[in-house]
């Protein structure tokens, strides 16, 4: 039996708050340090580890959690969510997207259809597709082979397909796996479509449609832009464009696509990049294999995150960590450093994931929390952000929990030595350092050059940015986010926060304004 | 007389803290609002404003805010600033990024050398480069254009040029003085020059190496990899690459580049995309005359900053609208929301420009400060954003103060009516409700549909993103910065925080450690 109940009615809740954290520069000084980097790792799929040794906890805060996990029900709760409660109570619907890469847990079905082969059955005809696409047997009115795929669509229908698209672009070009260029319409500022039609070729491009409702304004607005392009351009859209919608859509059934694949509102946009809205650019790009292994690597980490053991679930375990920085250490943002030049919209995408989805503050009845709930994230990859932001992070006057992640080899086959080592080393070097460097700080003499320490992070570390370590990272923060919502009894699948700007800009199109927003209307010239 | 001094030792600081922050539900409501929005504005250079009805401050407020201003002698500082007093006291230099587009004050000397002559003339070097490149003067070994420029930098060498390239960019291609393609390598993996190298055409390429010191490692290393790039095509390095250095780096007078281009110690890099290290790439991608134009705009903006009366000046007034948000209301971050595709980056950029100059927290003279300094900085383009983080902006448990920025009229000349609006009017009217969202809320018996409103934004708000009004709004947010250093008595102009990890690393890549080090550098393989 579960009970939803806010956080702060926990007794393990009243226990965590009193929890010590653990002093940095002591913990992980000398032996004990390498003592603490060899025990608090955690496995993940695909060969990763999460390693929190440089998180301020111990075997005691552990116990805390662990306490506090079984308190709050959170495997029991993903439990539910996985076996089809309507878990996103505000819009009353089920949240299935791990089923877009496995089975968790028993056959779910609704309107008299098992999800699980619903989904599968959508990735084997986008895989179809794209085979065709690629073989030819699908090309433009003048029988050639398309070259360019175009998303076209914003929020979860972009960021994260686009981060998984950088993201793997450069490994499958090595291994031979890259079939054709992927480039991505999101902004309704006409530039944005504007720019990107000016560096492709429309007569060889194939358009991919997505949005869920067929209604979003900006993707609506966007196809018609790019329709119009294929129309002066003597092509017939209907044999460039396909859609990614839900069934009901108005996009569902209509001439106007070469093909339509489906998800439904039990796959949140910012839960989507292992469905159609991911599939279907991603088996373009690099093809269905290429797609097939991603969703391998997450559904293997999904797994991972049903067990009960927080020390065998990273998910759960990063979670936990993180509610406890929020709630009991006060600390109000949290930031993702990839080392790895693939992942540099990574950040982007795990922004929208977690701020959309726990930036709430009410509880899933609707009643307001009197707790701290989701962080601010940012992030950009090192060594970069070392080179900008990290200035704040080493000696600014707030404490930053930092996320970060790094691989052994790099994905491209090109290097090369300098002063001894290569440029991969060096990579591998700075997060070391950098993490050493937060925790522990140095002392100086000289007040400036002096570096307090005491800052917290953790690492997930793997061997290389494979399609599974990709899915598998995913999965790790899909996970962490939602078990995060349960901590803090929100409901993590709706955004109700972005209904209001949407009327508001109705009214001013409209010319339906007055006071404050009429004076802004006229300041925009609208 | 100028007295630096913490602001917790000013008595308009102790009256600041008291002033009560306006409601802005209320405030913004009605005609009231609409008075609001047409007072609380200044302008700006290019035909830009800024304005800050929605900000939660009143007459009351700004009366505080001059008081402030005046105690901390915040004009004063600036005009000692660019009169060439040595203000980054740290390093002992002085801060003379404002020379490279303009001269503030009287002739600033140093090494025998009038500094504003100096930056000329390194820009009208670059110009006649840039201008021979363009005519084919300067070709490759076969005598054919150069059609590509790809920078090699990181930190400031990268961020604000590779925002100033991509702000231009379209802008450029519409007003026919686009020159040739800008690309960027900074990053230490491999496997981003790796990426970059594959798209372009080496033989055809020209390579602008920055760095000032001539020795930072991720830069030198990226010049091996194009080196050895151009070598395998059969190219003579040396007639492809050119160098923006200090006099005193090993690059200067090297026989291994084109020509060399010169800064000096007085210019921080991350404020330097107005002298060479922006100056070379944007003059070769766009011509010295849409350099020049960008430069005017800062020029211009940076005459508004010297202004002693707050109302008259957006720079310093923006400022302590900041200060106050953090030090008397708490706030720790601030959220950048261009409403321009073309400002992609310059999120990116501020978030170094601002967090590495006021991430500190000890004052000019290494004594610890007791009140916050610099917020975090994040921040993606609308419409973008709303599809993305805003939730958490309208509903989360924190308040995230907001800076938008605006244009009336895109960059390029396509656009599409949907449902009676253009693209354009579409992107005015999103920002204009979000404004009012943001600010109003709007009361719901649902309360997870309920919008709490007393969010507080600012928005700077233009005619079309010109090089004018670029370089407007670059100055605008530098010397942001550079006041709000000033209140909080800190060194905006060193970097010390980021020495600590190269320390560590080059102990890693020495295989010179033990501990916590070793334990991560056996983890990641090094």
């Given at each position: 039996m579960i009970t939803w109940k806010?956080?702060?009615?926990?007794s393990a809740y009243q226990e965590l708050l009193k929890v010590a954290p653990v002093d940095l520069k002591e913990a992980m000084a000398g032996e004990g340090g390498a003592e603490r980097v060899r025990k608090y790792s955690v496995p993940m799929a695909a060969g990763l580890a999460f390693n929190?040794?440089?998180?301020?906890?111990?075997d005691k805060a552990l116990e805390a959690f662990a306490k506090l996990a079984e308190e709050m029900q959170l495997a029991e709760k993903f439990e539910a969510l996985y076996n089809?409660?309507?878990?996103?109570t505000g819009e009353k619907r089920m949240v299935l997207h791990h089923l877009t890469r496995g089975q968790l847990g028993e056959p779910v079905v609704a309107d008299g259809v098992d999800k699980r082969g619903f989904y599968a059955e959508q990735q084997r005809k986008i895989a179809e597709l794209a085979n065709k696409v690629h073989s030819g047997e699908i090309a433009n009115a003048a029988g050639e082979k398309f070259t360019t795929v175009v998303q076209i669509g914003i929020g979860g229908s972009d960021l994260g397909p686009r981060a998984m698209y950088l993201a793997l672009e450069n490994w499958a070009k090595v291994n031979d796996t890259f079939k054709m260029e992927a480039r991505f319409i999101s902004n309704v500022d006409p530039d944005d479509a504007a720019a990107v039609l000016n560096t492709i070729d429309v007569a060889h491009s194939i358009f991919v449609l997505v949005s869920k409702s067929g209604t979003t304004l900006e993707t609506l607005t966007n196809e018609s832009f790019v329709k119009d392009a294929l129309k002066n351009a003597g092509l017939d859209p209907s044999r460039h464009m396909i859609a990614v919608t839900?069934?009901?859509?108005?996009?569902?059934?209509?001439?106007?696509?070469?093909a339509a694949f489906f998800m439904d509102d039990y796959i949140g946009g910012r839960f989507s990049s292992t469905s159609g809205v991911g599939g279907a650019v991603l088996s373009l790009a690099f093809g269905p294999e290429v797609f097939a292994r991603f969703l391998e690597g997450a559904a293997e980490e999904d797994k991972l995150a049903c067990n009960r053991d927080i020390l065998k679930n990273p998910a759960m375990l990063d979670a936990l960590i993180g509610v406890y920085e929020r709630n009991?250490?006060?600390?109000q943002n949290t930031a993702v450093l990839p080392y790895?030049?693939?992942?540099?919209r990574f950040p982007a995408h795990l922004q929208q994931l977690d701020m959309e989805s726990?930036?709430?503050?009410?509880?899933?009845?609707?009643e307001p929390v009197s707790y701290p709930t989701g962080p601010v994230i940012f992030g950009e990859p090192g060594t970069n952000g070392q080179h900008s932001f990290y200035q704040l992070l080493h000696q600014g006057t707030d404490i930053i929990p930092l996320q970060f992640v790094g691989f052994r080899?790099?994905?491209?086959?090109r290097d090369v030595v300098i002063q001894d080592s290569t440029s991969q080393q060096k990579l591998c070097a700075n997060v070391a350092a950098q993490i050493v460097a937060f925790a522990c700080g140095k002392a100086d003499e000289n007040r400036n050059k002096n570096f307090e320490g005491g800052r917290p992070s953790s690492i997930i570390v793997g061997d290389q940015l494979t399609p599974e370590a990709l899915g598998a990272l995913l999965s790790h923060f899909e996970n962490k986010v939602m078990y995060q919502g349960f901590v803090w009894n929100?409901?993590?699948?709706?955004?109700?926060?972005?209904?209001l700007g949407k009327v508001l800009a109705k009214k001013v199109l409209a010319h339906d304004t007055d006071g404050a927003l009429k004076a802004y209307s006229d300041l925009l010239d609208i």
């Open positions: 806010n956080l702060d009615t926990a929190y040794a440089a998180k301020q906890v111990d089809g409660e309507v878990i996103n839900s069934e009901t859509s108005p996009l569902a059934k209509s001439d106007d696509y070469l009991a250490l006060g600390y790895s030049q693939a992942l540099s726990n930036g709430k503050s009410v509880n899933r009845f609707g080899k790099n994905q491209m086959e929100i409901n993590s699948f709706d955004q109700e926060g972005v209904q």
